[in-house]
């Protein structure tokens, strides 16, 4: 088999719109299919959903970058599709073979005007990593400086630009065919996703944004960002200084290196909580690869592809916000988001409240997991059905970077505590207050909590007044079921899909009679087939009846 046959069709060069379009369409068919069947045959369980998100990340990989892409930032996205979902692309990976060295040379010497001898001294064409995007190069300047270079995957942007008419194309169809997608707005979801691709495949974007990262922590030595070297730096070519350093999560050799653990923890969460709260810019992806600890213990970052922004907060805004979660405030938590632009506001905020006062309520004083909302279970999604809302990207971007540094955190110790971490930065930013009206705050909030502490109800107490509440907003459902009601809401549901199957049955002989009667065989035969197949399903369903009322006399007796 030749090379060339073992590519991916979007890897060839001779790739038209058109059959890029029928790919993106039927791949987007067969899963709506397989859907729609399931939900037909009654099979919308967490297992199916599972074995979905597999098949469906498969889907994205053959789809190329684009959709590798979109599959990981729906990973973000809990808020639009089941936890199921979520989770199988969560585990997407950039699993895309690296490309000729000599074409990323070729984009070397065409972006920065020399050759590869010219520009650096030595140049290793091996790469280091490889990711849909692009592939990253060691390299030597002739100053002597030890560089990496990060080289754009070549027909990268063309492949964009198709496939952003293409996309475009597919999601005015569903939102006219598929009433059921509009309650997602797709046309918002398409330019949001977009507008942050094509900033990613701009390394003089990229860039920018290490320079102002490396910036807000210039005078912090612990924090370790790598220059950006602007000679060798053009949209498709980017040079950065070579940092190595130990995997984030590979806590053996950590330790080996003599390095607290537990210190590394405090680094991380000070500087995210820097980024959230104080410069108001933050890595949105902050996953293993893309961050290191150098052999003196120091936090090395990489990967500004993926910069969110944030409005920040003034010091005293901040102190409100660390006392409102310490106080399980809801009001005071929601409030500071809103003011951050991380929720929008709306009329009707209980169900933002409803989840944010359940994180405040599981996770304060222990490590946080989405996996835990589990224990929500159908409330949770009913409510998104009920009261459907849209969190703001960055919402999501926050809620994967905390999710992800826990995840970072645990592997590093697993009895770590958010709260105990996050103290650093509090005592941090108290110490470089002036003193006044900052310092005079600082002494009522901790005032208002020591009074919250000693005055605060017993866990009856606030069991029963959580129960009001409830009642009174009107969440808590009550469900009054027995035995023989279920029984009989069984059969009641295999009699009608039994007669839905008979329909189908006779439906399909007789127009299959009356197309072989107009002289129509080949229509004809599906129609019998069909009606052979719906028999099949009417069989089943009448046996179960049959055993479901045996048993429930059997029981009834």
């Known amino acids: 088999m030749s090379a060339s046959s073992s590519l991916q069709p979007w890897q060839r060069r001779k790739y038209s719109p058109f059959r890029r379009q029928m790919d993106v369409f039927g791949a987007t068919g067969r899963f709506l299919t397989r859907l729609w069947w399931d939900n037909f045959l009654g099979r919308n369980t967490p297992e199916c959903r599972r074995q979905q998100g597999r098949k469906l990340v498969n889907q994205l990989l053959r789809l190329g970058p684009t959709f590798i892409k979109i599959g990981q930032a729906l990973s973000t996205r809990s808020d639009l599709i089941p ?32 050759s590869i001898h010219t520009l650096f001294r030595e140049f290793d064409r091996f790469p280091l990593a490889a990711a849909s995007l692009g592939q990253v190069h060691r390299a030597t300047l002739h100053t002597g400086e030890l560089v990496v270079v990060k080289v754009q995957r070549p027909g990268l942007e ?33 330019n949001e996703f977009f507008g942050l691709l094509y900033q990613e495949i701009d390394y003089i974007h990229e860039g920018k944004n290490a320079e102002r990262f490396r910036e807000n922590f210039a005078e912090q030595p612990h924090i370790l960002v790598p220059k950006v070297y602007w000679r060798y730096t053009s949209r498709r070519v980017l040079t950065l200084e070579y940092l190595p350093g130990i995997k984030i999560d590979d806590r053996q050799t950590i330790e080996a290196c003599d390095i607290n653990p537990d210190q590394l923890i405090q680094a991380g969460i000070t500087c995210y909580l ?12 902050p996953h293993p690869g893309n961050m290191a600890v150098s052999q003196d213990g120091h936090l090395i ?28 405030d809801t009001e005071g938590v929601v409030s500071s988001l809103v003011y951050m632009g991380l929720l929008e506001p709306k009329p009707d905020m209980t169900p933002v409240k409803r989840l944010v006062s359940f994180v405040l309520d599981q996770f304060r004083e222990k490590p ?12 949770v999604y009913a409510m998104f059905e009920q009261q459907p809302f849209r969190l703001p990207a960055q919402m999501m971007f926050i809620i994967k970077s905390v999710t992800t540094l826990d995840g970072i955190a645990r592997a590093l110790n697993p009895q770590y505590n958010l709260l105990a971490a996050s103290t650093p930065f509090l005592k941090e930013l108290t110490q470089s207050a002036r003193k006044g009206s900052l310092v005079q705050q600082l002494a009522q909030q901790t005032k208002s909590y020591i009074r919250y502490r000693l005055t605060r109800p017993s866990e009856a107490e606030r069991a029963i007044a959580q129960l009001e509440n409830r009642i009174e907003q ?30 189908m049955t006779g439906f399909s002989l007789l127009c299959g009679t009356l197309l072989l009667l107009g002289n129509y065989p080949n229509w004809a035969i599906v129609l019998f087939s069909l009606a052979s197949f719906c028999f099949f399903l009417l069989l089943r369903s009448l046996s179960r009846l049959a055993v479901r009322e045996r048993l429930d006399k059997l029981v009834e007796k």
């Open 158 to 190: 063309e492949l964009f630009n198709l496939d952003f008419e293409v996309i475009h194309r597919l999601v005015r169809i569903l939102n006219r065919y598929v009433p059921a997608v509009r309650k997602y707005d797709l046309e918002a979801l398409y």
């Open 368 to 379: 946080i997991d989405l996996k835990a909302f589990e224990q929500m279970g159908s409330e």
């Open 474 to 503: 009107g969440e808590l459902q009550f469900r009054v079921r027995t035995e023989a009601s279920d029984r009989i809401l069984k059969r009641i549901y295999l009699a009608i899909k039994s007669l839905i199957y008979a329909c």
């Open 274 to 285: 820097q980024q959230l709260l104080k410069d108001g810019f933050f890595q949105s992806d």
């Open 301 to 328: 970052f990489y990967d500004f592809g993926t910069m969110a922004e944030v409005k920040s907060m003034a010091q005293d805004q901040m102190l409100n916000t660390f006392f409102a979660v310490m106080k399980k």
């Open 83 to 114: 936890l199921e979902y979520t989770e199988a692309l969560g585990e997407l990976q950039d699993r895309v073979p690296e490309f000729d060295p000599n074409e990323a040379i070729a984009v070397i010497e065409s972006e920065l005007g020399g």
